[in-house]
């Protein structure tokens, strides 16, 4: 059973920066990607970034691309995202699912699907204008 924990989340000023963690164990063999994701209470959850195993290039969201980055420790399976220049709009709680890269894939592709249910408790960031 895969358990992860995220961490990291606080409160900046608009332009600041936060790097957010996410602690993955028990993760079947095999290549495996980490997508973060991010809600809004009221709002739709929506697909931030993901990476995987297999290299260092991500995918972003195009409203963070060239602000975010995600990164992925293999050997420590700790995911990261450090997020820059930040804006008042990615105030948000957010997010990681590790998982297989098919499982990655479809949460990417639809964000606001139901089949995946793990969620874990996510963690806020707030950005001040």
């Known amino acids: 059973e895969v358990h992860f924990v995220e961490s990291g989340g606080g409160t900046v000023q608009s332009g600041g920066s936060l790097r957010l963690s996410c602690a993955v164990s028990?993760?079947?063999?095999?290549?495996?990607?980490v997508g973060w994701f991010r809600r809004v209470p009221g709002k739709e959850r929506e697909a931030v970034s993901m990476?995987?195993?297999?290299?260092?290039?991500?995918s972003y969201a195009e409203s963070v691309k060239g602000r975010f980055a995600a990164s992925l420790d293999n050997a420590k399976k700790l995911a990261s995202l450090q997020m820059n220049h930040l804006k008042p709009e990615d105030t948000a709680v957010y997010y990681c699912v590790p998982g297989s890269l098919t499982l990655l894939f479809n949460l990417w592709m639809n964000p606001r699907s139901t089949d995946y249910d793990s969620w874990g408790q996510g963690t806020q960031v707030t950005v001040s204008a």
């Open positions: 990476i995987t195993n297999l290299g260092p290039l991500g």
């Open positions: 028990g993760l079947p063999s095999g290549d495996y990607a």
